[in-house]
């Protein structure tokens, strides 16, 4: 017996020494805000994967940066305010993100008369070093003009006794933790949250030192990893998180009460739009860093493609992949033969952008790929169908293709644009050429979809896109369409003088990548080699192909250009507080049309522009959250140039920085914009949907008020298009999924929140299933559910018309059906109840 004792713990010793022995080290004193890393090491997801981690205490003078970069802690947790330090050359690489906003705020007690960000000056305020340096609170002082110097500095106690007995009059807090405490004492509090002034930025970032990273992939993957599944398994199992870290990592000494409304409050701010922990969006790094560049604390670029891990870790070869590329490592590639300044045959040799991709994934994957010429495109893709050839380098259409190839993701997007010759005016819209001949390039798949979408379009096709341009400069036909990149390099090398881009149409020409049907395994390889080329490599490619020459001097005509933009935006933003407006005024409008509902022939519009109004009022609110930080950006931006231009201190690059900041934020005010343009449309038009861009329109809508009820959107969506009116479907489903978001806020904070979206297609119809778990609709008064100003919801919440409209539509305008029923499902072993809404649609509106 005590031999095998002795043997259990020398194995235990082995296994021990096995476990590579890493830090973190926190940026804040131990509470909740942890708990995923706590849980991660207490529940042994570390050492699963080989980590022995270690937790660095924060203390007030810790420089949290300093610990990672002088490897004195292996990992950190930070601010956004990393971007500004890699720009100032720390050799750190990011790789998640806990919080997706930051929850750092400055605090003051509710009856200190301070009441704006001017009341601060002269005041203490209590604030760690590092925090000092945290950008979004920076960004939030210099959007109100105001200097943080004129507040006194004092070393943080992390006490809010300090606020009560008036050691300070403002404090460094989290809205997850102070709040809460000084509520607990009987005190309300003031918050200035840089969220409000339209700084939405990231927290708890983990970061590690560059050179680390490379040499250690797999250990940062590991601890990536192990630690979201710590997170994962706090928020599954909160109340038992809370006991971990009240017993363990509890210095603060908080009630269970304080640290079950941090989780709670931190539950609000750690998900994505998917539902997801830990991820980083580029997008949202972008308008990070545009903010950050603005307002000057940024001076060198960064490339964001390889400063994120995040990323990377997606584009990690599995098991199976690696040893398929250990038994085979030679492929051949076939191509289009004239597509250029994307690819082209000449001597036998492949040639253009895509020929630098490939060069590069033979080198990463260090594999050998051979061209291999064919007569034409058509050749190409029997010679990968039939398997005498490896990969086909271009695909624009997957379109009932799926039997025959495997795809990668789209690895090139233009957009699609007319050219015409110098002398005719902008474009704004394709449908107003009805009258004129347009040219195409024959055979070209994204042609087709060109055709298909405007059919009162005279069309005319040519062979190639040379042709197509030479008609343009003769006269015999109006304009051309084709890629952006395609049009370019055309008019570069051939039509320099002649022709011009003078539009764009809502298409885009997508290339993939593609293999046989039988061979997925190098598809997946492929997409993740592609993934894995970085922002510059890929600029580096475009340039080799396409020069593009820009004046460096100030144009006055683009600075007028300028400012009647930004009179347009907010001309906008006019139009759309109208549309608020005209939504309260719902409530008269119902009055005055509930006498003749029954009789009344306009009962219906009068009803749909309801419905329309009360949908709007949701995307309204969507709106404004989106808008708030490029906002900001514009107006930060704005106001430096004019500071710099009344001090003569304004150079050419800070204005040309100014202005492709404004542009990049317009450009994604432009996009909420083109969609509530779109909805606002009053044409009953059919045209060709795809299913899957539909319901992501409506969920980029509604996401943020979604995510703000922690609601969780499982989509089951098969790949297709369809006949139909778009806005009125768009319209039919959002009244659905608001009608399901106010059904799901009835239920506890603990309890998880779903909506389901199943679609699919039979022979006959569309099928649409819409349902959630709020235990569904009560038997009495299921069947009234469709009724005119039936409703549950209390009159400031609803009118009762939505459903109403959405049957009319359905019925009416949409020639299907639709009804709901109480629906019994199992999701994650778990049973659940709920209401779920049926609709049939018909596959060709046409035909009906």
């Given at each position: ?305 390889s400063f994120v891990l995040h990323n990377s870790f997606q584009n990690e070869l599995n098991s199976e992949e690696k040893e398929y590329l250990k038994t085979k490592k ?23 952008i895509i020929e630098e991709y490939l060069v590069e994934i033979s080198k990463n994957l260090d594999i050998e790929l051979n061209f291999v010429p064919t007569l034409n ?21 997957k379109k009932n293709r799926e039997k025959l190839f495997n795809f990668t993701n789209p690895y090139l997007d233009f957009p699609f644009v007319i050219a015409t010759d ?427």
């Amino acid at each position: 017996m005590k031999k095998i004792f002795i043997l259990i713990l020398l194995f235990k010793y082995l296994y021990s020494t096995d476990l590579q022995k890493v830090s973190l080290q926190l940026m804040w004193l131990d509470q909740f805000q942890f708990a995923g890393f706590y849980i991660a090491k207490e529940k042994g997801f570390y050492q699963k994967v080989g980590l022995d981690v270690e937790f660095k205490k924060f203390q007030n003078e810790t420089n949290v940066l300093q610990e990672v970069t002088q490897n004195r802690a292996t990992f950190g947790l930070a601010s956004s305010s990393l971007i500004v330090h890699k720009s100032n050359g720390a050799d750190i690489s990011i790789f998640g993100a806990i919080f997706q906003t930051s929850p750092l705020v400055i605090l003051a007690l509710k009856n200190s008369n301070i009441d704006s960000i001017k009341d601060l000056k002269d005041k203490n305020l209590m604030i760690a070093d590092e925090q000092l340096y945290f950008a979004n609170l920076q960004a939030m002082f210099s959007s109100q003009n105001f200097d943080i110097k004129s507040v006194k500095l004092i070393p943080h106690s992390f006490n809010v006794d300090d606020l009560i007995n008036k050691k300070t009059d403002l404090m460094a807090s989290y809205t997850t933790n102070e709040p809460f405490l000084l509520k607990e004492k009987g005190y309300e509090s003031k918050i200035f949250y840089p969220k409000d002034y339209g700084f939405d930025f990231y927290e708890n970032i983990m970061f590690t030192n560059s050179e680390f990273a490379e040499k250690n992939p797999k250990i940062v993957y590991d601890f990536y990893k192990a630690s979201i599944d710590g997170w994962k398994w706090a928020f599954e199992n909160i109340e038992k998180s809370v006991d971990i870290v009240f017993e363990k990592y509890n210095p603060l000494n908080k009630s269970k009460e304080a640290l079950l409304f941090e989780a709670n409050e931190i539950k609000k701010i750690i998900f994505d739009k998917n539902g997801d922990i830990g991820t980083i969006s580029n997008e949202k790094m972008n308008l990070i860093l545009n903010t950050y560049k603005v307002m000057g604390l940024i001076k060198n670029d960064i490339d964001l493609k390889s400063f994120v891990l995040h990323n990377s870790f997606q584009n990690e070869l599995n098991s199976e992949e690696k040893e398929y590329l250990k038994t085979k490592k030679s492929f051949t590639y076939c191509s289009h033969n004239d597509l250029m300044p994307f690819e082209a045959t000449l001597n036998n040799k492949h040639i253009g952008i895509i020929e630098e991709y490939l060069v590069e994934i033979s080198k990463n994957l260090d594999i050998e790929l051979n061209f291999v010429p064919t007569l034409n495109w058509h050749e190409s893709f029997e010679k990968v169908v039939e398997n005498k050839c490896d990969i086909l380098t271009t695909i624009a259409d997957k379109k009932n293709r799926e039997k025959l190839f495997n795809f990668t993701n789209p690895y090139l997007d233009f957009p699609f644009v007319i050219a015409t010759d110098i002398s005719k005016p902008f474009i704004e819209d394709l449908k107003t050429l009805k009258r004129v001949k347009i040219a195409l390039v024959k055979d070209f798949a994204t042609s087709n979809i060109i055709k298909n979408r405007y059919k009162n379009i005279n069309f005319v096709e040519y062979p190639n896109l040379y042709e197509a341009l030479e008609a343009v400069r003769k006269g015999e036909v109006y304009a051309a369409i084709d890629s952006l990149a395609v049009i370019g390099y055309e008019i570069q090398n051939h039509f320099v003088g002649d022709i011009k881009v003078s539009g764009k149409i809502d298409e885009n020409l997508k290339l993939y990548m593609a293999t046989n049907i039988e061979n997925k395994t190098l598809a997946s390889i492929l997409d993740k080699a592609l993934n894995s080329i970085n922002e510059n490599q890929k600029h580096e490619f475009f340039n080799k192909w396409v020069y593009i020459n820009y004046q460096n001097s100030i144009d006055k005509d683009a600075v007028l250009k300028l400012f009647i933009l930004i009179l347009a935006i907010f001309f906008i933003l006019a139009i759309i507080y109208r549309a608020y407006l005209l939504k309260k005024t719902n409530q008269e409008l119902e009055n005055r049309v509930a006498f003749e509902i029954k009789q009344n022939e306009e009962k219906n519009g009068i009803l749909l522009q309801q419905s329309k109004m009360a949908a709007m009022g949701e995307m309204l609110e969507n709106i404004a959250h989106q808008w708030r930080q490029p906002l900001s950006t514009i107006g930060i931006c704005t106001s430096g140039m004019e500071l710099k231009k009344n001090l003569n201190m304004l150079e050419d690059k800070d204005f040309y920085d100014s202005i492709n900041h404004i542009k990049s934020s317009v450009l994604y005010l432009s996009n909420t914009i083109e969609d509530f343009r779109s909805f606002l449309d009053k044409d009953k038009v059919l045209s060709n949907v795809n299913i899957n861009h539909l319901v992501q329109k409506v969920l980029d809508i509604l996401n943020p008020s979604l995510q703000s009820h922690h609601i969780e959107v499982i989509k089951n969506i098969d790949d297709f298009e369809f006949s139909t009116i778009e806005n009125d479907l768009i319209q039919i489903l959002m009244n659905i999924i608001t009608n399901a978001k106010d059904a799901l806020k009835d239920l506890k904070d603990e309890e998880p929140r779903y909506i389901f979206i199943n679609i699919s297609k039979n022979q006959k119809n569309i099928v649409i299933e819409i349902f959630d778990n709020a235990m569904g609709i009560k038997d009495e008064i299921i069947s009234r559910v469709f009724e005119p100003y039936f409703t549950t919801k209390h009159k400031s919440q609803g009118t009762g018309i939505g459903l109403y409209m959405s049957k009319i539509l359905v019925d009416n305008n949409l020639k299907g059906t639709i009804f709901v029923e109480n629906y019994k499902f199992l999701y994650n072993n778990i049973d659940y109840k709920g209401a779920k809404f049926n609709i049939l649609l018909p596959i060709n509106l046409d035909k009906k």
